[in-house]
Nanobody
Framework: QVQLVESGGGLVQPGGSLRLSCAAS????????MGWYRQAPGKQRELVAT???????NYADSVKGRFTISRDHAKNMAYLQMNSLKPEDTAVYYC?????????WGQGTQVTVSS
């Protein structure tokens, strides 16, 4: 059974940083493409960053230069380092891994950027 658990969200001031973590069980992260997504109130879920099997990242234009996606093979974890946070980054952040035709999602972690 595949399970993803996000952590690391919270309240941060504009310009601050957070690191989100995604712990996987039942699947080996490094063997599949995975990504981070977010959903703000009243908006559709959107892609934030992805990383393919080869480790090549891809970012939404809105977070380029501020966010970094990474994986730790030994710990079977994925991370999203978020710097220079803005109020518009406020959302629930989800990690997702794709295995074949199936997508597995975590439960999400809330990130709130506010002064």
């Amino acid at each position: 059974q595949v399970q993803l658990v996000e952590s690391g969200g919270g309240l941060v001031q504009p310009g601050g940083s957070l690191r989100l973590s995604c712990a996987a069980s039942g699947i080996i992260f490094s063997s599949y493409p995975m990504g981070w997504y977010r959903q703000a109130p009243g908006k559709q879920r959107e892609l934030v960053a992805t990383i393919n099997i080869g480790g090549i990242p891809n970012y939404a234009d809105s977070v380029k230069g501020r966010f970094t996606i990474s994986r730790d093979h030994a710990k079977n974890m994925a991370y999203l380092q978020m710097n220079s946070l803005k109020p518009e980054d406020t959302a629930v952040y989800y990690c997702k891994v794709r295995r074949g035709r199936e997508d597995y999602w975590g439960q999400g972690t809330q990130v709130t950027v506010s002064s």
